[in-house]
């Protein structure tokens, strides 16, 4: 591949959620079991790599729990967030907080048209 190429790949990439880096290791993973199943057959090497597969999908679902539980927009896509931040950001730019009634810890903030 020509550097120009690889440049034009480099800037559109994106990465989908928080947690496509841990399904890439569990599919290549998966693809390295299969071809030693396959073409070795040695039970050390099925041994080795079916652990490490366990291990990297109970991380996956740890790691997803987590998120759900603390930051769910992680699970989002990084360009959803990213449109979602600036629409709060446009948002607040053209409206002013209403006054609180007192109940903090629970309400919502209310916005109102600021009128220019």
């Known amino acids: 591949m020509s550097k120009d190429t690889l440049i034009r790949l480099a800037q559109g990439y994106e990465r989908k959620t928080a947690l496509s880096p841990i399904c890439w290791l569990i599919g290549i993973l998966m693809a390295g079991l299969v071809n ?5 057959g040695e039970m ?21 729990w987590y998120m759900l539980k603390n930051d ?13 931040q600036k629409l709060k950001l446009e948002a ?25």
């Open 72 to 84: 769910p927009d992680r699970l989002h896509s990084e360009k959803f967030i990213l449109e979602h």
């Open 92 to 116: 607040e730019k053209n409206k002013k907080p209403a006054i609180s009634d007192g109940n903090d810890d629970v309400m919502e903030t209310e916005y109102k048209e600021v009128e220019e």
């Open 36 to 40: 030693v199943i396959i073409w070795s």
């Open 44 to 64: 050390l090497y099925i041994i080795i790599l079916s652990v490490c597969v366990i291990v990297s999908v109970s991380f996956f679902f740890k790691v997803y």
